[in-house]
């Protein structure tokens, strides 16, 4: 911890330098200050672009005036009150967070033009005895935290600085000093968070929003010194990071050590940089960080892959799957809105680019409405986008390696791999929240295509969370938190998890350990054009439960009646019917696509509805019954199987006719199903892409170590991708038993040793973080 925090600290004084000429070009002012107080109250109440008279302005006025109106209801006015709203007692910490969002929004709509609260004299006089009731009560210098830390540094501290601006001249200097104190007391340092006795470096979304707390109460009393230090601590969360929690190279984003979180912290933090860098804009703090341009990056590498038509996808969403008011489509949303604030401080064209693809987004969305419950500021980033044109999604595949993550994508569909390492923990479960999610990093595959609403529409609370799409699962019964809380849930010994990826194709692999189980199994993907191959093999179990590969599980919504067709002929067609199908070829379910099975397949289905409440994963949510049909797909491997194996084609937007010619003739040979490797050759793509587990030989490849390989015949070239998915290797040995080859272009990385009859290839993979090398050799 002392080396760590150490290596921070002469990161964040590098940082600093890097800013002094910004900073110190020109004294700053008072009217520097105010210049940025009127900025940030601007951001907040939507400023000059906002038109009461636009209906789409109107209903966010509405919504915030309805919300005030309704606070005022539960306001507390006795001289001797305990708590400010009568709902929210100050004995328990998310009372403390939600007092001050609920001032915040009075404020907000007190500094509104349009809002029938706009300068209100009774509600600044309930705003201003509030503010000071909250400093007498608790929230003060001198009061111990309790509860969770984030509600007193981060959930009280950002709605508090944001009402002290927009109340600014309203409030007498000394209670603005006052306040100011409080936060100072809970935020002595943003680099730092949590209560005195435990302290610890804040990182990622956590350092964002401590800095723009501190920023915005700087704004308050003109402070210089605290605007420098916390604006030059939003630079650590640019810098790329190879352990831990932020952005790695391949644009992975990881919270909480070892958690994927691109869909929740990732842009909690984009956003309030995005905020931060545009308020700081053209200001005597300006960011000057040539490092910046990482997080520009980001946009493309890290979050537009992991967003399907507005859906923020589930796999980067961690225990915000498990929210009832946080749905896939809530969190694009938020992403869109990041973004789009992004797109004010960037060059032209790349700012068109993302606003593009947010366009796409909102075009294609047919679930949700990015301004149905809008704030007045999403309003006006939603209307920035008249006359854009929208871009389509991208075809391609994005491996996430350094967070266990995999998406393929191809017109109008993209398919999500969700796997698990010693690295990344299988899921997250805490503060009550997601507490049976830990099947889900089991090789959970999720298929977005245009049923909009798939995962949005109550598919946690009530799929069957021991049957989740793709996984391999030990049907031993487990406890809520099974492996335990905040991350620390993970494979005690599976390192190989990852793959490699040519020319928009990958072959990607998961060592599966059954979570707190002794099951083990090894599973592929191999993601081509029209399908996803996957494969299963050395499926292990002694629990003395069965074990089962789920091939689907598709929420049908609460009327769907989509067809299965089986073999041609029509199966569970009622709800609660199940059927046991021997050597099934393939399966077709309307809607949706086809299945093939290689070789032949025993099959269990079900046709259900399913009822459950958010409050079953969720201890903090409605108990409302929900109830969903679904249409469950599996293979039953037998009660401590041995060796067991799989192998079935996904093939999204299929017909039925397709699906019967593919599982006749697919193009596909299967090379390879052990545990010892698994590879598949691609006939029409000249494509072979193989997994090996261990040293082992396929066809003309020989790996002399554990490896990922894509291989690609085009004329008189071959190509190779190579990769160590164990990120342990220091080099990856690969001998390719073809005479003739020569060297045309590799990386730096390869080396090479020719034979009349082969060629042996050295690739160093040190410091590689499971990435791909490429090499090209000619006949």
């Not at 020109?26 to 107080?37: Q, W």
């Not at 501190?214 to 916390?230: N, W």
């Not at 089986?566 to 099934?584: C, E, F, N, Q, W």
Request: proline residues 6%; neutral net charge; charged residues 20%.
């Amino acid at each position: 911890m002392l080396k760590r925090r150490t290596l921070l600290a002469v990161g964040t004084a590098t940082v600093a330098a890097m800013h002094l000429p910004a900073a110190s070009a020109a004294a700053a002012s008072p009217a520097d200050f105010a210049a940025l107080r009127a900025k940030w109250a601007a951001d907040l109440t939507g400023g000059s672009a906002l038109d009461p008279a636009d209906p789409d302005y109107a209903a966010a006025l509405a919504r915030l005036d309805a919300g005030v109106a309704t606070s005022l209801t539960k306001l507390d006015r006795s001289p001797t009150r305990k708590a400010v709203f009568t709902d929210y007692p100050l004995t328990a910490d998310p009372s403390i967070a939600n007092t001050y969002v609920r001032l915040e929004q009075m404020a907000t709509a007190w500094a509104t033009p349009g809002s029938a609260y706009r300068s209100d004299p009774a509600l600044l006089a309930d705003l201003r005895a509030a503010l000071e009731s909250m400093y007498q009560l608790i929230y003060k210098p001198g009061t111990a935290e309790f509860g969770n830390w984030w509600s007193w540094e981060i959930g009280a501290t950002r709605p508090l600085a944001n009402t002290l601006v927009l109340l600014y001249a309203e409030l007498a200097p000394a209670a603005r000093e006052r306040y100011c104190a409080a936060i100072d007391h809970f935020v002595p340092d943003p680099y730092w968070m949590f209560p005195p006795a435990r302290r610890a470096v804040s990182t990622g979304a956590n350092r964002v929003d401590l800095c723009q707390a501190i920023i915005v109460r700087a704004l308050v009393t003109d402070d210089e010194a605290k605007l420098t230090h916390a604006r030059d601590g939003l630079s650590d969360t640019w810098q790329y990071v190879t352990t831990g929690d932020g952005f790695y190279r391949d644009g992975s984003f990881v919270q909480h050590t070892w958690v994927a979180y691109t869909g929740t912290y990732g842009h909690v933090l984009l956003g309030g940089i995005a905020k931060l860098l545009a308020l700081l804009t053209n200001s005597p703090w300006q960011v000057t960080d040539p490092k910046r341009q990482i997080l520009f990056d980001s946009v493309a590498k890290a979050y537009l892959p992991v967003v399907h038509d507005a859906r923020m996808m589930d796999f980067v969403r961690g225990r915000a799957v498990s929210r009832h008011n946080a749905s896939d489509h809530n969190d694009g949303y938020t992403a869109a809105e990041a973004i789009l604030r992004l797109a004010q401080g960037v060059d032209t064209a790349l700012a068109a680019q993302w606003r593009s693809a947010v366009a796409g987004w909102l075009q294609r969305d047919t679930f949700g409405d990015m301004l149905s419950g809008a704030t007045i500021p999403r309003v006006t980033l939603v209307k920035s986008l008249r006359g854009v044109t929208p871009a389509p999604e991208r075809d391609g595949h994005t491996l996430f390696a350094s967070m266990d993550r995999a998406v393929h994508r191809r017109s109008g569909w993209a398919y999500s791999i969700s796997m698990a390492s010693r690295r990344i923990a299988y899921y997250e479960s805490g503060n009550g929240e997601n507490e049976q999610g830990y099947h889900s990093g089991s090789g959970m595959t999720y298929l977005y295509d245009k049923d909009n609403g798939q995962y949005a529409d109550a598919f946690w609370p009530t799929v069957d969370r021991t049957r989740l799409p793709g996984i391999t699962v030990d049907k031993l019964p487990l406890p809520p938190k099974a492996g335990g809380e905040w991350g620390v849930a993970r494979p005690p010994t599976a390192t190989w998890v990852g793959g490699s990826t040519l020319d928009g194709y990958a072959a990607v692999g998961q060592d599966l350990e059954g979570p707190v189980s002794p099951m083990r199994a090894r599973k592929s993907w191999f993601c081509l054009d029209e399908y996803v191959v996957a494969l299963g093999a050395g499926i292990t179990g002694s629990s003395g439960y069965p074990v089962e590969t789920v091939i689907e599980n598709r929420n049908l919504h609460s009327d769907g009646a989509n067809a299965l067709t089986v073999d041609g002929i029509r199966r569970v067609p009622a709800l609660g019917d199940s059927a046991t199908v021997a050597g099934a070829r393939w399966a077709h379910l309307t809607g949706v696509g086809g299945y093939v099975f290689l070789g032949g397949s025993d099959l269990q289905l079900r046709r259900e509805v399913r009822t459950g409440s958010w409050r079953d994963i969720n201890t903090g949510g409605p108990a409302t019954a929900i109830s969903r049909r679904y249409l469950t797909m599996w293979m039953d491997h037998g009660i401590d199987p041995s060796g067991a194996a799989y192998g079935y084609l996904v093939v999204p937007g299929a017909t039925v006719g397709r699906t019967k010619q593919l599982s006749k003739t697919s193009g596909l040979l299967v090379l390879r199903n052990t545990a010892s490797a698994q590879a598949v050759l691609s006939l029409p793509r000249g494509l072979t892409l193989a997994n090996f587990w261990k040293p082992d030989r396929v066809a003309d490849l020989q790996a002399e170590t554990p490896c990922s390989v894509i291989r690609r015949v085009r004329g008189r070239e071959l190509h190779l991708a190579i990769s160590d998915p164990t990120q342990l290797a220091t080099t990856v040995q690969l001998t390719v038993h073809l005479p003739g080859l020569r060297v045309a272009s590799a990386d730096p990385s390869v080396s090479s040793v020719r034979t009349p009859f082969s060629t042996k290839l050295t690739v160093d993979v040190a410091g590689s973080a499971g990435a791909t090398h490429h090499l090209t050799l000619r006949f």
